[in-house]
């Protein structure tokens, strides 16, 4: 267990939808990275955030969006739900920026129909 | 960016053989090497990192290699276990920069037992 929760574990949604995605870092932990994966596009980096603030974009779509909470915690919000959508999206945690260990969650499973 | 290539994309062993596994980067900026391992249901789990300061570094089973001139590192298993049935994923990042990972696209051991 890395001490990264993630929940729901499992959404299925209809396209056209909007869904969030929430993640508790580890404890003490500050800094929140989203990747997502899938079959054909592999793991890949979408959007960090330390202490609340936004750091670093990666290929993060329009219809997505994501913050950090004053307690740390993190949401992912996907809209306009494409079925291409559908992957694993981690979550993971690192005590600061430029800490070199990230933790990852367990993930959450998003089937867009 | 950076773009990690990764090989072999399966690998079947032997029980109490050796696994390597070898991957390139192409941003010479990017100085911080993890390898994680990732078994069915789970996220992804660090099993062993390496930073660009240091050529090799070793625990137990699980050894990481490192060629900064030839910009590629490699994972190495010995006496593979079945347990060691999983996918691994390397990963490259700039730990003064962004620290977002940028990952292999996996590799499918299967140690036989």
């Known amino acids: 267990d890395s001490g990264v929760t993630q929940t729901p574990k499992h959404l299925i949604t209809a396209t056209g939808q909007r869904v969030t995605l929430r993640c508790s870092p580890r404890?003490?932990?500050?800094?929140v990275y989203w990747y997502q994966q899938s079959l054909d596009q592999g793991l890949q980096f979408l959007i960090q955030y330390y202490n609340g603030e936004e750091r670093a974009k990666g290929n993060i779509l329009e219809r997505f969006s994501a913050q950090q909470f004053p307690d740390l915690h993190s949401e992912l919000n996907l809209s306009s739900l494409e079925l291409g959508d559908s992957a694993l999206y981690f979550c993971?945690?690192?005590?600061?920026?430029?800490?070199?260990?990230?933790?990852f969650g367990p993930g959450t499973r998003l089937t867009v129909l | 960016g950076e773009n990690v290539e990764q090989h072999p994309s399966t690998l079947s062993v032997q029980e109490g053989d050796s696994a390597v596994i070898k991957c390139t980067y192409s941003d010479s900026a990017s100085n911080y090497f993890p390898w994680y391992k990732q078994e069915l249901g789970k996220g992804p789990q660090l099993i062993i990192d390496i930073r660009s300061n240091v050529g090799e570094k070793k625990d137990q089973r699980i050894a990481v290699t490192l060629n900064k001139t030839a910009k590629h590192f490699s994972l190495h298993i010995t006496e593979t276990q079945p347990e060691d049935s999983a996918v691994y994923f390397c990963a490259a990042s700039d730990l003064g920069g962004a620290n977002n990972l940028f990952f292999g696209t996996g590799t499918r051991l299967t140690v036989i037992p």
């Open positions: 993971a945690s690192s005590v600061r920026q430029g800490a070199q260990t990230q933790y």
């Open positions: 404890s003490g932990d500050l800094s």
